[in-house]
């Protein structure tokens, strides 16, 4: 190459690499000049919510144009993290995925809550549903509902079950399915999930009931046995197993659900700002495909969406806790 050519070369390499370091260093200082965006999760790290909160941390910070961190703050199903939220600003800074049992449920089984879900919180979005499901240990030599009724009728005091915690959706499931059998079994709280799937491959307890999100990876390597699903239809995940319904319990029916919330007062602009990208990144095939695999089913919805389910949820899960009598106070 000639030297004029050579100079001309090398002076259009040096402009375009000059503008790739501007853009990067412009896109840095974009992220820097907003804020971080903490979501916070009340359940320990590792977990399916911590999972599901941390696909959508990265895929929001490249949306959002803003660094975005996951806190975990476990402890009281929940409750910890819901007050971390109430307490904070409402500046768009700090979000919440929680399960319904910490907007939903809690204060119809709490009676002398912390917060109140309608006045400390505003509904940003939906993310995703998820079934619930009946697991035993591999040692019990049952395949089904009904084989595990008789089991449990045959072995008093054996026959218990796990939760996460007392109050929860899980929880609320089993005495369903207690009353509904006739089965003689207890539910004993654990301090979340993954104590408690310790215990069930260990043989401490006969069986579990949580989200099958919880209980899918234990049961696809042979460590438990999930008997039944409590969705509509079978999980696509697990198609040869029965749901409670096709296994003679109609009422046992309807699937947990996440959603994102953030501090009461925060504008709705900001509202509208993370719940858009938020469902931008549940139609993002990789999020979802993962989503799935972990067991959830993505339900992308706007903030006015979630308000209505969370009501119609309210409507639904009120009148079965007054009947059951339950309080976890």
Known sequence: ???TGLLRHLGTLALALGLISVGTATGSAQELAKPPLRILVGFTAGGTTDQAARLLAN?????????????????????????????AAPDATTIMLAPMVVTVLAP??????????GRDFAPVAHVANYAMALAVNVDIPVRNLSEFVVW??????????????????????????????????VAVP??????LEAD???GQIAAAIDALSNLIELHRAGKIRIIATSGAQR????????????????KIEGTGWIAMYAAAGTPKSAIDEIST????????????????????????????ELKAISATEAARWGPIIKTVGFSAD
């Open 1 to 3: 190459m000639h030297p």
């Open 59 to 87: 895929q929001l910070k490249d949306s959002l144009g803003r660094s975005v961190v996951v806190d975990n703050k476990p402890g009281a199903s929940g409750r910890i993290a819901a007050m971390a939220l109430k307490n």
């Open 108 to 117: 119809m089984v709490w009676s002398h809550l912390d917060y109140d879900p």
């Open 152 to 185: 449990a009728k045959a072995s008093p005091g054996r026959a218990n079950y796990g939760v996460s915690a007392l109050g929860s959706l899980p929880h609320l499931f089993g005495v369903i399915v207690g009353q509904a059998t006739g089965m003689p079994w």
């Open 190 to 195: 654990y301090r979340g999930s993954a104590p």
């Open 200 to 202: 069930l491959v260990g």
């Open 235 to 250: 999980s696509t995940l697990l198609p040869n197993v029965l749901t409670f319904r096709e296994q003679g319990l109609a």
């Open 277 to 304: 990208a938020i469902n931008g990144a549940l139609r993002t095939p990789r999020v979802r495909e993962q989503l799935i695999h972990l067991g959830y089913e993505p339900m992308p919805t706007t903030a006015d």
